[in-house]
């Protein structure tokens, strides 16, 4: 396992759509595992194959330490709550700044694991965060196209001037 560059925005490939896996074999779960040391080492909670530059429709996520680790193999989503929440939300390539983004509540998402078993899962609170944000990334929609004109130039103002 070796961390992996992470994209810095503003990246265009950061705006690309990511592609359908189709092999489920050593190389997927080598990247995988690299993917998790990446997001752990930046650090997050939550990384695509994307963030890398490697335009595939991968996730992990890790919400509550390594023994939490989850694997989203071209997720998708089948269904939102009409109920919206509001959390505060960030990017490993766009570090050091976060905003307060509204998303559905919960969703019901579709993926497979590492061997290519489909699954179903639905979510809620950070979870459902983790999981909109990171298949929005997938999708080329950087998180800060979520917010508001206003508020994303105020963000991408912010984060220049740290990275002066």
């Known amino acids: 396992m070796a961390p992996l560059p992470i994209l810095r925005y503003p990246d265009p490939r950061l705006k690309a759509r990511s592609v359908e ?66 959390h505060a939300e960030g990017s490993v390539s766009m570090p050091g700044v976060t905003d307060t983004v ?23 609170g950070l979870l459902s965060v983790c999981l909109q944000h990171e298949i929005d990334q997938l999708d080329g929609i950087f998180w800060i196209e979520r917010l508001s004109r206003l508020k994303r130039e105020r963000i991408v103002k912010r984060y220049r001037k740290m990275r002066d």
């Open 21 to 86: 896996i189709g092999r489920f074999d050593a190389r997927l779960a080598t990247l995988a595992a690299d993917l998790a040391e990446t997001m752990r080492a930046a650090p997050g909670i939550g990384i695509t194959a994307a963030h890398a530059g490697i335009l595939e429709r991968l996730v992990v996520i890790e919400l509550d330490g390594p023994a939490s680790t989850r694997v989203y193999v071209n997720p998708a989503i089948e269904w939102s709550s009409p109920e919206t929440a509001q």
């Open 102 to 124: 509204e998303r559905p509540a919960r969703v019901r998402v579709r993926y497979r694991d590492l061997s290519g078993g489909e699954h179903v899962e639905e979510a809620g």
